[in-house]
C-alpha cells in the first residue's frame, strides 16, 4: 500500500469512528432534555454514548435539573439486578440523584402518566446514618452505617423515545430515570448484634411481591436479586460516587434498586409491594388515576 492509500485508508477509519461515536450531550441538548421532562414528554434517545459521555451528560442534565427541583435527598443505584441489566445490554449498575420531592408517602395517588415513559418497579431504600458507609465494602458494614430500612416502590421515568434502545451509558444520561417513588414506614435497624444479623439474612432471603388491587401477582423478586445481598448496592455506589468527588451523607436516601421487572401503571390500577420474610416491614402502595 502506497503512503497516499494508508492515508486515505486512516482518514476513512476515522470517519467511520467518529460516524458512530458521539460525544457528551452540548449545553443546549441538556436544555432540550429537561424540557422534555418538565413537559412529561418523549426526548430523543441519547445514540452512542459512552459511559464517560453518559456521566458527563448526567452532570449537565442535573446541573439544570438542581436549579428547578432544589435539594438532593439521596441517590439511586440502577440497574443492580443482572435481570434488568441485560435489558439494556449492559453489565454494571449505575447511579442518579434523587431531588426533594420525589418521595411520596405510601398511599399516594400519581398520575398513571406521571412521565413520558412511566413505569413502577418494588425497590427499597436506606437512610445514611454515618459518614463511614463510604468505606464500606460489606453488606455488614454498610448495616453499621444505616439507621432505617424503608420499604419503597420506584417510579421511574425512561422519559425518551424509544427505551428499549437505551444502553447503561444513555441509562445514566439521563438520572437513571428518577422521577418518583413511594415510600412506606421506616424499619430500624437494630441495635443489638443477634437482631442485626437476623435483619441481614432477611434481606437477601426476603420474597418481594408486587400485586394489584385484587391481590394478583405483577411481579418481584428475591433481595438476593440485587448483587447477591441488596446493600451491596450501597457498597458500588459508595465507590463509584467517590470517584466524581461525592460522598454519601448522614440522612441521605439511597434506592437500592429493582427487585421486579419494571412494569408500565394504568390508571385505576393500585400496586402494593409486600416484603415477606423481613419481620416488621410493612407493605407500600401506590395508587394510579
Not at 434488568?84 to 449505575?94: A, H, L, S, Y
Amino acid at each position: 500500500m502506497t503512503l497516499k492509500q494508508t492515508l486515505m485508508a486512516a482518514t476513512l477509519f476515522v470517519t467511520c469512528v467518529t460516524a458512530v461515536h458521539a460525544d457528551c450531550l452540548t449545553d443546549a441538548q441538556a436544555a432540550e432534555l429537561l424540557a422534555h421532562y418538565v413537559a412529561r414528554t418523549p426526548a430523543p434517545n441519547p445514540v452512542n454514548l459512552s459511559d464517560a459521555d453518559g456521566a458527563c451528560t448526567r452532570g449537565k442534565f442535573n446541573q439544570l435539573l438542581a436549579q428547578r427541583m432544589g435539594k438532593v435527598v439521596g441517590y439511586k443505584a440502577g440497574l443492580t439486578n443482572p435481570a434488568v441489566q441485560k435489558r439494556f445490554n449492559t453489565d454494571k449498575p449505575v447511579w442518579g440523584k434523587l431531588y426533594e420531592g420525589m418521595v411520596l408517602p405510601s398511599g399516594a395517588s400519581v398520575e398513571a402518566a406521571f412521565g413520558a415513559r412511566a413505569l413502577y418497579e418494588a425497590d427499597m431504600l436506606v437512610r445514611v446514618k454515618s459518614a463511614a458507609i463510604n468505606q464500606a465494602k460489606t453488606p455488614e458494614e454498610v448495616l453499621d452505617a444505616i439507621d432505617q430500612v424503608i420499604p419503597f416502590i420506584e417510579l421511574p421515568d425512561l422519559m425518551v423515545q424509544a427505551p428499549p434502545q437505551l444502553n447503561g451509558a444513555g441509562v445514566t444520561a439521563i438520572n437513571v430515570g428518577a422521577r418518583l417513588g413511594v415510600a412506606g414506614t421506616p424499619l430500624p435497624v437494630p441495635v443489638y448484634r443477634g437482631e442485626r444479623y437476623a435483619l441481614l439474612k432477611a434481606l437477601a432471603d426476603m420474597n418481594v411481591s408486587l400485586t394489584d388491587g385484587a391481590g394478583a401477582r405483577l411481579g418481584g423478586g428475591k433481595g438476593s436479586d440485587i448483587l447477591e445481598h441488596p446493600l451491596n448496592a450501597v457498597v458500588w455506589l459508595a465507590g463509584a460516587l467517590q470517584k466524581e468527588g461525592i460522598t454519601l451523607q448522614p440522612g441521605d436516601l439511597v434506592s437500592l434498586g429493582s427487585f421486579s421487572a419494571l412494569l408500565p401503571p394504568k390508571a385505576g390500577l393500585s400496586v402494593t409491594a409486600t416484603y415477606d420474610g423481613l419481620p416488621g416491614a410493612a407493605p407500600v402502595r401506590v395508587t394510579f388515576k
